[in-house]
């Protein structure tokens, strides 16, 4: 009995002594699957603002663009003007 008595304390320590080990690692891959959740909040609110820049440069291109046309255009009627005063 006393032998048995034994073998089932030292299971029951190897167990605690297991059930201490992943409770360990458990609050280690917690803490690090936390990080890497704030960490990809973190980027994703990086590329956000990326984004955002990016889109505001997309529309500043358009405008001048859309500016540089009508130039372009007011141009051509002013040279047309000369052309018939004979200026050009």
Do not use: Y
Request: charged residues 25%.
């Amino acid at each position: 009995m006393t032998a048995e008595k034994l073998a089932t304390e030292g299971r029951a320590a190897e167990q605690a002594e297991t059930l201490r080990e992943l409770t360990e690692a458990n609050a280690a891959l917690s803490g690090r699957a936390l990080q890497l959740a704030q960490d990809a909040v973190a980027v994703q609110d990086e590329l956000q603002a990326v984004s955002s820049v990016s889109g505001r440069e997309q529309e500043q291109r358009l405008a001048l663009l859309e500016e540089i046309n009508l130039v372009q255009t007011e141009n051509g009627s002013l040279r047309q003007q000369l052309r018939a005063l004979g200026k050009l």
